[in-house]
């Protein structure tokens, strides 16, 4: 699960606002038609329907009907809608200065609104979630209340990666246990994986952060080490999931697996992610966060997949 904002690891738009911009020359108001989809920033979009598309395939992999993937992925949906939302309440005042194009500065979507948003979703998720059993709900639980620290808490601090390391591994386990397959194989080894990768993907969302965790002060995982030494780290933990995912995977039954491939796609997003992140402007920067967080589900797939059965 994706731990807000940016991620999610479970982690813009309109210039009327109350408070002038402080921060540069008040952006020029969108057409009418356009306000609508840009509100619709406020949950995340991109973060939580990848984590709901996860979801679905890690159910698909445990054996889980189609009925199942698609409750279960929806639980996923609005759980992360609603920390993204959550997230952008929190961070509602600091935007004002340093994204003045959010939904919540911009005037798109009041405050109360937002918490609003936040809260409805976040029932939603939990109610679709319970249907699946104690288990599913318990784990659906400790992934939203990580996504809410995050956002209230962690986010701010050079410990933001740890939110990422804790939410991944439950992504899988929601799906293999709503499947009512158990826990998901070698659960020791993707807690190990999620380590790495949350690590990485913190600090590529970091990066995309970074300008504007400056000028408010915020001390963030990627502001806390530098952009060099945050680089550093990030190209480190994406070769270390990969090698490891593929070490971890092998087997002589699984040599000639098309599971591979998924896992070569994701290696080689991994990288062309890491390459946007090391540099550019903002946009630039959340691209190659976006295609690392693809390139990890996709390595996570395609792991799960060369699995031997049970």
């Not at 659906?140 to 933001?160: E, F, H, N, Q, V």
Request: charged share 10%; aromatic share 6%; hydrophobic share 55%.
């Amino acid at each position: 699960m994706r731990a807000g904002g940016s991620s999610g690891t479970w982690s813009k738009t309109s210039t009327r606002s109350s408070t002038p911009d402080r921060g540069g020359p008040r952006p020029a108001d969108p057409p009418t038609a356009w306000r609508p989809v840009r509100a619709l920033r406020l949950i995340h979009p991109f973060p939580s329907l990848l984590d709901a598309l996860a979801t679905a395939a890690f159910v698909a992999l445990a054996g889980g009907a189609p009925l199942t993937a698609a409750s279960l992925a929806a639980a996923m949906f609005c759980l992360q809608a609603s920390i993204g939302s959550a997230n952008d309440v929190a961070d509602a005042t600091a935007d004002r200065l340093a994204k003045p194009t959010k939904p919540i500065p911009a005037g798109l979507v009041a405050r109360r609104m937002a918490v609003g948003v936040a809260c409805l979703a976040g029932l939603a998720g939990l109610v679709l979630a319970a249907l699946h059993g104690p288990a599913v709900l318990l784990v659906a639980l400790m992934g939203y209340g990580i996504g809410l620290a995050y956002d209230l808490r962690l986010k701010r601090t050079p410990w933001s990666w740890l939110a990422y390391a804790l939410a991944l591994p439950l992504v899988p386990a929601f799906a293999w246990l709503g499947a009512g397959a158990g826990l998901p194989p070698r659960f020791p080894i993707l807690a190990a994986l999620a380590l790495l990768a949350g690590t990485g993907l913190a600090v590529a969302n970091g990066l995309v952060d970074l300008e504007g965790d400056l000028a408010t002060g915020t001390a963030g995982v990627a502001a806390a080490l530098g952009r060099r030494r945050a680089l550093g780290v990030l190209v480190a933990s994406d070769a270390a999931v990969v090698v490891v995912a593929a070490a971890t995977a092998w087997s002589p039954g699984a040599s000639s697996s098309p599971a591979w491939l998924v896992v070569a796609i994701g290696a080689l997003v991994c990288v062309a992610g890491a390459r946007l992140s090391a540099s550019g402007p903002e946009w630039q920067r959340r691209l190659g966060w976006e295609l690392q967080a693809v390139a990890i589900a996709l390595v996570a797939v395609g792991w799960f997949a060369l699995q031997p059965a049970a």
